[in-house]
């Protein structure tokens, strides 16, 4: 960390080993062009702990990509709290932010093979970024291409690979400047099954061998299973929390092909509700007993119970 950090910014930056990764309170970003406001994060909560392995899901449009985004310092927040490794990305510097970028945060997305340079090895492609920020360290290069199996391949020419090796070159060089957190957008997105497999074991192990956070943006349920809590966004703002019922099984070692059954059976669903008492009830609940624009909400001593309005029944006869 740098010493020029702005106290006011970020006076407690990796210094706090049981403050969260990622904090973000009521975030909001709005797109806004000549003719159009299009408000993609809705004043969105989610606390994500160091070291975790989790993944955001959600339907095409709901706000991914926007998040992730905002938490890799590509775009800025228009409204809300949101920190990284105790860095507050809406108040940070521009000059911070690519402190920020060089540091803590390493990217993997779906389409890698536009950012790997062809004409160079896969080793070279690793050293690359090492070589732009002055710290070329080619043993630390080598190791992570051994990590990602491609100890073999290393000195092959990107385009010698596979789609699925070039994606695992892709992971080494997100690694290579020794991030925090790692941020992966549809990463199994254009690979098989078995690369797919792959490609979480290397997350998997990144996880547990060296301690990196690691938040995956998928549409895949499948592999929204081989992590221990899932985040469902909809509309902008997370809606539900999937949480692993049994932490201690590794669903990934224990049967590679693990998935089918959906998230269901291998995690408890939770309704979010945030810090004012604020939830999203799911629309098919609404449809299903007829709540259009109020409710009535009661308490039994035990339960909340919401129903269509009734209030005004017996004031009409
Ligand atoms: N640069 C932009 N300008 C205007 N609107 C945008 C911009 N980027 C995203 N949006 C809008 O914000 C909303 C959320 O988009 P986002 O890409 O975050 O969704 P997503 O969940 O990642 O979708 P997908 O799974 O299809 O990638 C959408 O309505 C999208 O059209």
Request: with cysteine; net charge negative; aromatic share 4%.
């Amino acid at each position: 960390m740098s010493d020029n950090m702005d106290d006011n910014v970020n006076e407690n930056s990796d210094k706090n080993s049981t403050e969260p990764m990622i904090s973000c309170e009521g975030l909001v970003k709005i797109f806004k062009s000549d003719e159009i406001e299009v408000v993609a994060l809705q004043g969105l909560n989610l606390t994500v702990e160091q070291g975790e392995m989790m993944a955001i899901i959600g339907n095409s449009g709901s706000g991914k990509s926007t998040l992730l985004n905002m938490l890799g310092g590509l775009d800025r927040p228009s409204a809300g709290q949101v920190s990284v490794g105790g860095w507050d990305l809406l108040k940070i510097r521009d000059d911070q932010l690519v402190e920020y970028k060089r540091n803590t945060v390493g990217f993997v997305w779906q389409n890698n093979a536009r950012n790997l340079l062809p004409y160079l090895s896969a080793l070279e492609n690793v050293e690359m970024p090492m070589l732009l920020t002055g710290k070329l360290d080619r043993a630390y290069a080598k190791q992570l291409l051994e990590w990602v199996g491609l100890k073999d391949r290393m000195h092959n020419k990107l385009h010698q690979l596979s789609g699925g090796e070039q994606q695992r070159v892709a992971i080494a060089i997100s690694l290579s400047n020794k991030p925090k957190m790692l941020l992966a957008d549809e990463p199994t997105g254009s690979v098989d099954t078995a690369t797919s497999d792959q490609i979480m074991s290397i997350f998997r192990k990144v996880n547990r061998e060296l301690g990196i956070t690691i938040v995956i943006v998928t549409h895949d349920l499948t592999l929204a299973g081989k992590v221990d809590r899932v985040v469902a966004i909809r509309d902008g703002l997370t809606s539900t929390e999937f949480v692993k019922r049994n932490p201690n099984l590794d669903l990934a070692a224990a049967d590679p092909g693990f998935g089918g059954g959906g998230l269901q059976e291998v995690h408890e669903a939770f309704v979010v509700v945030d810090r004012v008492g604020r939830l999203q009830v799911p629309k098919e609940y609404l449809e299903a007993v007829g709540i259009g624009g109020r409710a009535s909400m009661e308490f039994d001593g035990e339960k909340i119970v919401i129903t269509a309005p009734k209030s005004l029944e017996g004031d009409k006869s």
